[in-house]
């Protein structure tokens, strides 16, 4: 097993993801609605009172997870790591229910290998932790300046925060809410982690044995369709990397990406073919998820959706101490928001940023008590299929979702229906 863990590096920006499938095995821009500048609820005559607000954010930027083999080497010193002091906070890492931290394998595999110049490959970068505190200053901007909607310090009884159990993760959550609340805060912050066999916030090829047989294969398969096949030889060759080196443009975006966020050398070739990289990296993952069969979207995604469905429901309802609650942070990766954006009908063939975001919101009508959700990718407001506007009733919002959206339950039940498969 630990042999699994050291490989998983070769799957680029899709780290953790398809990590955990090695560690088990061995729409359109048409469907983008420009954001208003100005929230609905800061005119006290609007008709909607906002309610809920969730937030499912990627990373910041890091070291990439495994350097492009047989090319020039840049140095990936110490000192691009060091946390900006604005992003201090007060905080500690947990489980679900309050107890230590759950062990990371995905991490603890990243730690077995050192980047040139001396750093663990996927750490989150000083320019990481800004582009967080960024993302956390644009939502203070949103929800405490321009609307008073959240109180002005960090609040446990307002906001829950969780992340994968990942150290990038987990500091670019604590950025984000520096950011957020200035360092402010009443309390403690608790980051809650589960334990990677149980982890929703992004898909489980370990956790999850259906996912694993249907993922292995899609995943053995995306670098052999023919026209992916034809370029990759085409750059391997450009670059001069050698016959018997794995890489895939996944691999080759991921070390790409990083190089050029941190204004550090790519190799010059690379300048012909970005632009074929980042289309042939998301060709590849579009064939992974493979968004046209439901299946896949529903176990890499479905008990995500749930939750977040479940929130929305919880606070309309009134009931439990979780209703309460204003803001949910859930700190995550790009594996993570590609597959909700497929299931939502907003995937726009890019793939997400460093500290991209999904932020879903929960407004209610004055009058009529009806209950809609507004859906933004990046600050942009997404009209989703099968809702009839921005504002989208729940009801329609939800039956978008339902072809997707996974209790535990069916989850569990599903990921256990593997006979007349075999595992790879």
């Known amino acids: 097993m630990k042999s699994l863990w050291t490989k998983a590096g070769v799957l680029g920006s899709a780290s953790v993801a398809f990590g955990s499938l090695l560690w088990s095995q061995k729409k359109t821009d048409s469907d983008q609605v420009a954001s208003s500048s100005t929230p609905a609820d800061t005119n006290p005559s609007s008709p909607y009172e906002l309610k809920l607000v969730q937030v499912l954010f990627r990373h910041g930027a890091r070291t990439p997870l495994k350097s492009i083999p047989d090319v020039m080497e840049v140095q990936w010193v110490p000192t691009l790591l060091e946390p900006p002091a604005h992003t201090q906070i007060n905080y500690v890492v947990t489980d679900l229910h309050g107890g230590p931290r759950p062990s990371a394998p995905v991490e603890d595999s990243y730690r077995r290998n050192i980047l040139t110049g001396g750093t663990f490959p996927g750490q989150l970068t000083t320019v990481g932790m800004q582009q967080l505190y960024e993302l956390g200053k644009r939502l ?44 402010k805060q009443k309390e403690i912050v608790h980051i809650l982690t589960t334990e990677a066999e149980s982890e929703i916030l992004y898909p489980n090829y370990h956790g999850c044995k259906l996912l694993k047989i249907l993922g292995s294969h899609r995943w053995a398969e995306s670098s052999t369709l023919p026209d992916i096949a034809a370029d990759l030889q ?59 069969k439901r299946e896949n979207l529903q176990l890499s995604v479905g008990p995500l959706l749930h939750i977040l469905l479940a929130n929305f429901e919880e606070k309309l309802q009134g009931t439990s101490p979780e209703s309460k609650r204003k803001l949910f942070l ?40 009806e209950a809609f959700v507004k859906v933004s ?24 979702l339902s072809a997707y959206s996974l209790s535990s339950e069916l989850y569990q039940s599903l990921c256990n229906s593997t006979e007349g498969l075999t595992e790879p």
């Not at 203070?140 to 307002?158: H, K, N, V």
């Open 140 to 183: 203070r901007r949103r929800y405490i300046e321009e609307i008073p909607f959240l109180g002005p310090s960090f609040s446990p009884a307002e906001v829950y925060v969780r992340s994968t159990n990942i150290v990038r993760t987990i500091e670019s959550a604590k950025c984000l809410i520096a950011g957020l609340f200035q360092q």
């Open 234 to 292: 085409s750059i391997q060759d450009a670059l001069g990397i050698a016959a018997h080196q794995h890489v895939d443009f996944i691999l080759i975006r991921d070390d790409m990406v990083a190089r050029e966020t941190h204004g550090l050398p790519c190799p010059p070739v690379l300048d012909a073919w970005r632009n074929k990289v980042e289309q042939r990296a998301v060709d590849m993952i579009c064939h992974i998820y493979e968004p046209s």
């Open 330 to 369: 859930y700190s995550a990766h790009d594996t993570s928001l590609i597959p909700c954006l497929m299931a939502m009908g907003i995937f726009d063939m890019r793939w997400p940023p460093y500290a991209a975001d999904i932020t879903l919101e929960l407004h209610q009508h004055r009058q009529t008590n």
């Open 377 to 400: 990718y990046i600050g942009q407001d997404q009209l989703i299929p099968g809702c009839s506007g921005v504002y989208c009733p729940l009801q329609e919002f939800k039956q978008a």
